[in-house]
């Protein structure tokens, strides 16, 4: 198990902490829901979540990898800005450097993310790289030309916050009218079946409890050819289309692969979504940019980070 790593994939509600081999396999694997948001506690459940991890192995480790929702600041682990904690400018790689006693590199989740598909799955071989993550929001990253591309702040990759129905969208969690995030998420797949809701009053889809309706559902009732569940899947294919045709024109990439749950549809999404996204590719020669499911699914923000931890930062350069 040459060059393993560990690699800490940390999430609004869980955290996970595995074991990765040079080859980006996960050998080991430890986790634990979190019920509290505040700093230290997260902190405890992330040190205890790598202390059993480690018990298991005797093997050298080469260090530690955190991929953490919000703003990074790459250079000290410090989460500048994190709304799914509510965290602001938080010493988190320095508390677990301390708690740990070894080197941990913290990096956003989704650039982790990207990061593993990139160099471990469907990306491998690409100089030029997209990553969607399509669940509660919409996380992603992008390489060019080989390098992961992070900005000057750390923000580069936040594809879920560009708008593309500034006029007539739903509200984003970010506070903007109309982002792919909004409109293109598991979130916005369940929203849009609900504005659709008063057209088909015999639906089933929506039951007395609205709230608790789940984008698997309304992806099963469309393949199932449930009117209702046709007329929001169409409707978000269509803002999907339109944020990966934007995303097209940005980057130019040779591919964009698609990750999260709703990419579970696989190939009931891509047969849907290709000819719109050529549709709407104008500005660059359209059918070279392969869309495609993602490899490493819910593992590739853990094999991500601890390939951060075994570079030492978040890079594409092996």
């Avoid at 050298?60 to 250079?75: Q, R």
């Avoid at 591309?149 to 969690?173: N, P, Y």
């Amino acid at each position: 198990m040459a060059n393993a790593a560990v690699g800490i994939d940390l999430g609004g509600s869980h955290v996970l902490a595995t074991i990765v081999d040079g080859d980006g396999n996960i050998v080991a694997r430890e986790g634990q829901d979190i019920v509290d948001h505040d700093f230290e506690v997260v902190v405890k459940q992330i040190g205890e979540s790598v202390d059993a991890l480690l018990s298991q192995t005797k093997e050298k480790i080469a260090g530690i990898g955190l991929g953490s929702p919000g703003n990074i600041d790459v250079a000290t682990g410090t989460v500048r800005y994190s709304p799914n904690f509510g965290w602001h400018d938080v010493p988190l790689g320095e508390r677990l450097r301390e708690r740990l006693k070894s080197p941990v590199f913290v990096g956003n989740d989704a650039r982790c993310a990207t990061l593993g598909e990139y160099t471990h799955g469907t990306g491998r071989g690409t100089a030029n790289f997209v990553l969607l993550t399509l669940g509660t929001g919409i996380g992603g990253g992008i390489v060019a030309e080989g390098m992961l591309i992070l900005g000057s702040q750390g923000g580069a990759g936040e594809i879920g916050h560009h708008q593309i129905r500034a006029t007539d969208g739903f509200i984003c969690g970010c506070g903007k009218v109309g982002c792919f995030e909004a409109q293109a998420s598991g979130t916005g797949l369940i929203r849009h079946a609900l504005a659709l809701a008063p057209s088909f009053p015999r639906s089933t889809l929506v039951s007395a409890k609205p709230e608790k309706l789940g984008s698997k559902p309304i992806r099963k009732a469309a393949e199932a050819g449930d009117q209702h569940g046709l007329a929001a899947w169409t409707r978000y294919l269509d803002d999907l289309a339109r944020g990966v045709a934007n995303i097209i024109a940005f980057v130019n990439p040779e591919m964009i692969a698609l990750g999260g749950g709703v990419a579970s549809a696989g190939d009931f999404m891509l047969s849907g979504l290709r000819p719109r996204v050529e549709e709407l590719t104008t500005m660059v020669p359209r059918g070279h940019t392969k869309l495609v499911v993602a490899s490493l699914g819910n593992d590739a923000g853990a094999i991500g980070a601890a390939t951060m931890a075994r570079r030492g930062g978040l890079t594409t350069a092996g």
